[in-house]
């Protein structure tokens, strides 16, 4: 295009004027690319920096190809595809901000950019930069300044917030201290107990308290003390931690009913209950008892006692502040336990499906199953039940630490009130949290009215087979750590957690019943083919093995009576009788595929001392079998040998095969090693999966170890009492 004198300038001034117009950095690039377009007569203009495009014009909306912009500003291309013009030279001028970045531009027809232009589009790439870079500047000034502005006014209104409440921080400053230093414990994440003692003594501390008492909630009856702190100059005690009371009287009873706090003075005291009666036997004159909830459940009380006739007007909303910290003390603990819980729950039932896939014996699993159940938190013994036809269940396993006079192997009948018997009449999960009430053999066997148990149903298909079930002891005197946060008795959820071994344990028989089913089958198929080949062979001795051998007599005969000067035909006759021969011997050698009748006569070791012989690959063999071992074990122990010789003349390239053969602590176990090459698998046409199915279907195992380059070795065992 033809440049008139002072364009440049001219071009330059109105490109930095449009561009320092924009108030943000992405619309000066963008109105940058817009102004170079204007000024070079372009039609396509983009910055692209990083492989990225910061942004382009030219192109339809989501249609910039910005794989091919970075191929032009990183040079590996010099033209650009034009929308409707094709491609078309392009000119690449880097900016110094962004960092990396490229400013591209490509316009209609064959010419590049003059002298003229690219000087200009040099000087506008310069512009650009340093507006960009004040843009930056200026943006990132402008959001710390909004930043500073909103912490300025947090700052003003947390200044405001602490003004309001100066006074009341004043006033509750000795409050506030006591929460703090038990905020900073609970914090630590100590025991417990420890929580709970420090709580007690500082509400009993910081409201001139005679004594404070720290009780939590078993069910809708009893309390257990967990805390409790007395003033030296009160006369009496607190009451021992680990003590079980009545949940009764206007103090523990009214909380436990009402969940909201009260409150006693000299003369409700006198008939308040037997707490009522504790406080007043310290010499105390009033009382309060305050709720803690946790998680929005009711857990337990705080109660405390004064020598005045009256407690504090404002005690009882002072109390609630240390119960919340009792109840984030306990939630942290408790979620603390759950994970641990979880994490063991998990590992059990893992170890379980492990067993389960392993396809353990049943046997195996059930113990395992009582004894992951008994391991679960809050949980003492576990059990698996098999329900019988008669109405009864038999104990399968057990495990735990609390005795229970339902031993393994033990008949019960289902009659009476039972977790096992809800579970067989309803075929769904049952829970009971006390056998107060029950009767029958069941019940009346469990030590104690207050033991708590869950169980769940073990489906085969849809049949009832058993239960899993799960028992908890009552609480100890004196709780342990866990005691003193754990609710009473099991958990909501372990009708759950039951369930779940429930559905391992019925997998788990399934699965027996099927490899059971399946081994049978193989079994009746491997034995029928057996019986099959035992038969062919018989027809093939005494039918055309005994014919040719006639016919090869016969025609001796007819050789001895030929007349002395026909030698053609003695020659003849002879090349027909050794054929004869020869088709008589491979009918033998087709007979001892068919079913090795060495076998059935002599016994393993015979039988394998002849397949020995006949090896193309020199054989060791060892046998150490005292006699005839059952028929169901001799005949796959002859197919593996055989099969592993064939193997290592035809595939293994072996120089020798050693056969190892004993019998010993009711196992057979055969082993064949060769030199060979190695690498041989079940599975790719070498007769070993045909192995596989006969050693498995007499109840045997079949493993083959075969390192390329180091030889081949299968082992197969046997149990030699028929399971």
């Not at 099927?514 to 080949?533: K, M, N, W």
């Not at 074990?633 to 064939?646: D, I, M, Q, R, W």
Request: with cysteine; aromatic share 4%.
């Amino acid at each position: 295009m033809s440049i008139p004198p002072g364009w440049s300038a001219q071009k330059l001034a109105e490109f930095l004027a449009a561009v320092s117009s924009f108030a943000t950095e992405s619309a000066a690039a963008a109105g940058a690319v817009e102004r170079v377009a204007e000024s070079l007569d372009a039609e396509v203009v983009a910055i692209v920096s990083r492989g990225a495009s910061v942004t382009a014009i030219g192109y339809p909306e989501g249609a910039t190809p910005v794989a091919e912009l970075a191929a032009v500003a990183g040079g590996q291309r010099a033209e650009l595809t034009v929308p409707g013009s094709g491609s078309c030279p392009a000119a690449v001028v880097p900016l110094e901000h962004p960092p990396g970045a490229r400013l591209v531009v490509a316009r209609s027809g064959p010419d590049p950019l003059s002298t003229d232009e690219l000087g200009l589009l040099h000087a506008m790439a310069r512009v650009t930069s340093m507006t960009l870079r004040m843009r930056r500047y200026i943006d990132d000034e402008r959001a710390l300044r909004k930043e500073s502005q909103r912490q300025s006014a947090e700052n003003a209104h947390l200044l405001a917030t602490l003004t309001d409440h100066q006074v009341l921080l004043e006033r509750l400053a000795d409050e506030q201290a006591a929460l703090r230093r038990v905020a900073t414990l609970v914090a630590r994440q100590p025991a417990a107990s420890a929580v709970l003692a420090s709580v007690t003594e500082e509400v009993g501390r910081l409201l001139n308290a005679g004594f404070t008492q720290m009780l939590r909630y078993e069910g809708r009856e009893m309390a257990t003390a967990v805390a409790g702190w007395l003033d030296p100059d009160v006369r009496g005690r607190e009451i021992p931690v680990g003590t079980r009371l009545p949940a009764t009287g206007a103090l523990a009873g009214h909380v436990l009913q009402q969940r909201t706090s009260t409150r006693m003075n000299s003369t409700s005291l006198l008939t308040g209950g037997p707490i009522a009666d504790h406080v007043r036997g310290c010499g105390l004159r009033s009382a309060t008892a305050s709720p803690i909830e946790v998680e929005g459940r009711l857990w337990g009380v705080m109660i405390a006692g004064w020598p005045a006739p009256e407690p504090p007007v404002d005690a009882e909303s002072r109390i609630a502040e240390f119960a919340q910290l009792v109840a984030t003390s306990i939630s942290n603990a408790q979620a603390r336990a759950e994970v641990v819980r979880l994490a063991a729950e998990q590992a059990a039932l893992r170890r379980v499906a492990t067993l389960v896939a392993k396809g353990e014996k049943p046997a195996v699993i059930f113990t395992r199953v009582a004894e992951e159940i008994a391991r679960i938190s809050h949980v003492d013994n576990g059990f698996v039940l098999r329900f019988e036809p008669d109405d009864t269940l038999t104990v399968v396993a057990s495990s735990g630490r609390v005795e229970v006079p339902m031993q393994v192997g033990s008949n019960w009948p289902l009659d009476g009130d039972s977790v096992a018997a809800r579970v067989f009449h309803t075929g769904r999960p049952a829970r009971m949290d006390s056998y107060h009430g029950a009767s029958g053999p069941i019940a009346d066997a469990i030590p104690s009215a207050d033991f708590a148990a869950v169980g769940a149903p073990i489906v085969i298909g849809d049949r009832l087979w058993g239960a899993a079930t799960a028992m908890t002891a009552p609480s100890p005197d004196t709780p342990t750590e866990p005691e003193a946060i754990r609710p009473a008795g099991l958990p909501v959820e372990a009708e759950d957690r039951i369930a779940k071994f429930a559905d391992l344990v019925a997998i788990a028989i399934s699965n027996a019943d099927a490899r059971e089913q399946l081994t049978a089958s193989r079994a009746r198929v491997v034995a029928a083919s057996d019986e099959a080949r035992r038969r062919f062979e018989r027809n093939l001795h005494d039918g055309v093995q005994q014919g040719l051998v006639s016919l090869a007599l016969t025609l001796r005969e007819a050789e001895s009576m030929a007349p002395p000067d026909t030698p053609e035909l003695h020659a003849a006759i002879g090349r027909v009788v050794d054929g004869l021969n020869g088709v008589l011997e491979e009918l033998r050698e087709i007979s001892r595929g068919l079913h090795p009748a060495i076998l059935s006569e002599g016994g393993l070791a015979y039988a394998l001392r002849s397949l020995a012989r006949r090896s193309a690959v020199p054989t060791t063999l060892n046998v150490r079998v005292p006699g005839r071992l059952p028929e169901r074990v001799e005949v796959p122990a002859y197919y593996v040998v055989s099969e592993a010789l064939t193997n290592a003349a035809k595939h293994a390239q072996a120089s020798v095969v050693d056969i190892d053969v004993d019998a010993t602590n009711g196992i057979a176990r055969i082993v064949v090693r060769d030199d060979g090459i190695g690498g041989a698998e079940i599975g790719q046409g070498s007769g070993l999966i045909g192995l596989v199915d006969r050693v498995e279907a007499a109840g045997g195992e079949f493993t083959i170890t075969s390192p390329p380059g180091e030889g081949t070795s299968l082992l197969a065992t046997f149990p030699l009492a028929q399971q």
